[in-house]
């Protein structure tokens, strides 16, 4: 087979992923044997998770779409300006459980905050983070572009910015979450649901003051964790609350 050339176009945010930062997000590449198209686009930094639409000469196709001669390739995300090919799209969109990798732990917490289950380990490796992606189907939240371009990763998403609000929203806005917070309902520490305790039952592991002046009480269905609206407690609804403004 002689050599052939493909021009593979990144729309949208996927120039974020791109090693040469070209603001047109045109990468052309070389190619001497039949290659699949989703290594073509992983050749370039571009994870597959984060692909939503491609098309070949125009015509929408999946990962396993062999390259065998010259091609125009355009890529697209999730979020993206293209509303063609509806039927087409390779991502779902609608994921209500992840698995955040090690680095993460502000950006799990802070979805915790909201209620969303998110499996997190700080101590994780890799292997592990893919077991409990899979075992449990969970979409795996890494900014560890290697990671997300491993063959069994089904849905997984690169969060853009280093902050854990923006990156919150990210998540938010990625897997359509807008209508499924329920703030204040899972545990921190744990990621269990909490359960409305009566403070009579629990009277005996607050401090005195808690006793004093709280009478509402929420308990981790797992670690028994105990959680009231303690002084923190405004703080972090007006982060929410700030979150909750941005996304819609
Ligand atoms: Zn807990």
Redesign the pocket.
Known sequence: MSAFRVRLKFHDDLTFFLKSKTSSGIIDRNLGEKTSVKDVIESCGVPHPEVDLILVNSKPVDFSHPIVKDADIDLYPVQSQCLLFKENRLQVRSIKRFVADGHLGTLARTLRLLGFDVAYDRQAQDRQLLSVMEREDRALLTRDRRLLMHAIVRHGYCPRSQNADDQTIEVIRRFHLFDSCTPFSR??????P?ERVIKADIIDKLEPLTKIYYSEFRR??????IYWAGSHFSKLQRRLEKIRARCS
Do not use: I
Request: aromatic share 0%; charged share 15%; net charge neutral.
């Open positions: 545990c921190l520490r744990c990621n269990a909490l981790c269905t797992d670690c028994g964790q």
